[in-house]
């Protein structure tokens, strides 16, 4: 799966029903994170809320 929206809200949001609502496991998935404080911010669209630290424990549970 590849979750590449540029919209860290709506991407988020797919990302957290992947992890707290889907029953089966994922074997591949791509996804940008967008991180505030991130250099790069001002390229994306939207807000970026989640910290460096909030963005390794969701890639961290994605693992599990």
């Given at each position: 799966m590849k979750l590449d929206l540029?919209?860290?809200?709506t991407e988020d949001g797919i990302m957290d029903y992947v992890l707290n609502k889907v029953s089966y496991?994922?074997?591949e998935i791509l996804w940008e994170n967008h991180v505030s404080g991130n250099y790069l911010l001002s390229e994306w669209q939207g807000v970026a809320d989640?910290?460096?630290k909030d963005s390794y424990e969701k890639f961290l549970a994605l693992r599990r």
């Open positions: 540029d919209d860290p809200k496991k994922v074997d989640m910290s460096l």
